[in-house]
Structures are given as C-alpha cells and as structure tokens.
C-alpha cells in the first residue's frame, strides 16, 4: 500500500532554515510527483509547490519563491523540502502528498504531517 | 495565481439533511477541481476529483458537479463522520491553490 513516512517536528529560529522529509513506499516512486502543502494552526491548508519524482521538475507557489527548494532522492524514494529565512508565520504543520494519478496533483496519500515551530 | 472563493464559510446543518457546498474559481480552471474532506488532527482527505469523480472508498451520499469557475460539493444525507471542514482545490495549471474552507457543523 501507498505510505508517506515524514521527518519528526523541528523547531527553529527566525531566520533558520528546516527541511522536511517524505519517505514514499508501496509504489514506482518515479511515476507520481510529490506535492507539499502546508497549514497553519486554525488556519486552511496552502499549497507550496510539487516536483515530478521523475525528472526533478518544479513549480513553487509564488508566494515562497526564492525560499523554497523541493528535491528528491530516487535511490531512497525520498522527496525533500527546504524552506529558509524561517519566519515565525511559517509555524505551520507541512504535508507531503502524492497524486491519485500520474502527471496531477489530486492528493489522494498524504504523510502524517510534520510541525515545524520557529520561535525565538 | 487563481483565487478559489468557497462559501459559505460555515454551514449548520441537521443529520440526514443534504448539504450543499460551493466553491468558485477567479478564471476557469476546467474540471480540474478536487474537494478535501479533514478532521482535527488528521491529513486532508480526497473525496472527489475532476470535479465529479468520487475517489476510491467515498460513499455515494457525496457528490460533486460543475466546470469552469462554480463548483459544487453536495452530501445528500450527513452522517455524524461528516462533520469535519471541507477544501475545494483547482489544480489546473500546476500552481494549485486551495479555498479557505467550509465548516460544516451540526445544526
């Protein structure tokens, strides 16, 4: 079956940066790209970008150009996300999430969530 | 980026009465519309897909419809499971974007 393992929480500085991964079994992990969403508390979810675990290709919400790097490793099956200049509204739980079909993102498996804190 | 709008934020409704869910589009997104069902504490779960698809293991009672910019997430008799909040999320042109949310709770 289809299972997404992600890293424990992580708390942080202001102006650290953390990375987050999503460990993929149960399926060709080359065949579905991995998106990230996350959520802040009480808040909905936000999507933050994907990248095909084939090729390495990304797309990146706006909003967290320049601050975040999606990556993958295809020997483990792990895809990874790294987010820098940590400020304290990125507190927020981080989801990675994979595809009920191949080339979409309609997030049929997801992990269990990862908390990330940045506090001073 | 394109704005999903759903409405309304909070809806009241009585077990076994239907609930209907809206969520629209700032520009067409086709029927590249997925709604989310989430409960406190869990991941997001897939309920319909291509505006209409029910994903494997939802019951019928949900369905969803339309295309374009309006969107409809309809469940036809609520269960006391179904109380939980609901995202829509336009997933078009690789930079997804999701609605804020509705809150569906017990009447």
């Known amino acids: 079956q289809v299972q997404l393992v992600q890293s424990g929480a992580e708390v942080k500085k202001p102006g650290a940066s953390v990375k987050v991964s999503c460990k993929a079994s149960g399926y060709t992990f080359t065949s579905y790209g991995i998106s990230w969403v996350r959520q802040a508390p009480g808040q909905g979810l936000e999507w933050m970008g994907w990248?095909?675990?084939?090729?390495?290709?990304?797309n990146y919400a706006q909003k967290l150009q320049g601050r975040v790097t999606m990556t993958t490793d295809t020997s483990t099956s792990t895809a990874y996300m790294e987010l820098r200049s940590l400020r304290s509204d990125d507190t927020a739980v981080y989801y990675c999430a994979r595809g009920v079909e191949m080339a979409t993102t309609t997030l049929g498996y997801w992990g269990q969530g990862t908390l990330v804190t940045v506090s001073s | 980026e394109i704005v999903m709008t759903q409405s309304p934020a909070t809806l009241s409704v009585s077990p076994g009465e239907r609930a209907t869910l809206s969520c629209r589009a700032s520009?067409?997104?086709?029927?590249?519309l997925a709604w989310y069902q989430q409960k406190p504490g869990q991941a997001p779960r897939l309920l319909i897909y291509g505006a209409s698809t029910r994903a494997t293991g939802i019951p019928a009672r949900f369905s969803g419809s339309g295309s374009g910019t309006e969107f409809t997430l309809t469940i036809s008799s609520l269960q006391s499971e179904d109380f939980a909040v609901y995202y829509c999320q336009q997933y078009n042109n690789w930079l997804d974007t999701f609605g804020q949310g509705t809150k569906l709770e017990i009447k």
């Open positions: 520009q067409s997104v086709s029927s590249n």
């Open positions: 990248i095909s675990a084939y090729n390495g290709n990304t």
